[in-house]
């Protein structure tokens, strides 16, 4: 069983910065896949972006490419997603999520493809 616990939520002003971390429990294997999914209350888990085993592959939906940076470091068993140009619609809970795979450069977008999940973290991002 592999456990993921999420930091770095906060409250922000519109146009700001943050840094999520995601640390996974020691029970990994490699290689694998690490995303971030968003979801605001009444609305659908919503996709953030992906990391390959690598880290070299990334993926991003379009409402965040260019303002955030997904990495990874596998020592650490972690994966970051850095935001800047925060907008008042990324304000969401953010949850990390996780898979095992056999490609070192694969990534993925929906929810279903992942095996487990996060608490979440709040984001809140003022105008």
């Known amino acids: 069983q592999v456990q993921l616990a999420e930091s770095g939520g906060g409250v922000v002003q519109a146009g700001g910065t943050l840094r999520l971390s995601c640390a996974a429990s020691r029970r990994t294997f490699s290689p694998n896949v690490m995303g971030w999914f968003r979801q605001v209350p009444g609305k659908e888990r919503e996709f953030v972006a992906s990391v390959s085993w690598s880290g070299a592959s990334t993926l991003y939906a379009d409402s965040v490419k260019g303002r955030f940076t997904i990495s990874r470091d596998n020592a650490k068993n972690t994966v970051y997603l850095q935001m800047s140009s925060l907008k008042p619609e990324d304000t969401a809970v953010y949850y990390c999520?996780?898979?095992?795979?056999?490609?070192?450069?694969?990534?993925?977008?929906?929810?279903?493809?992942?095996?487990?999940w996060g608490q979440g973290t709040q984001v809140t991002v003022s105008s």
């Open positions: 999520c996780y898979r095992n795979d056999v490609y070192s450069e694969s990534y993925y977008s929906t929810a279903a493809e992942y095996d487990y």
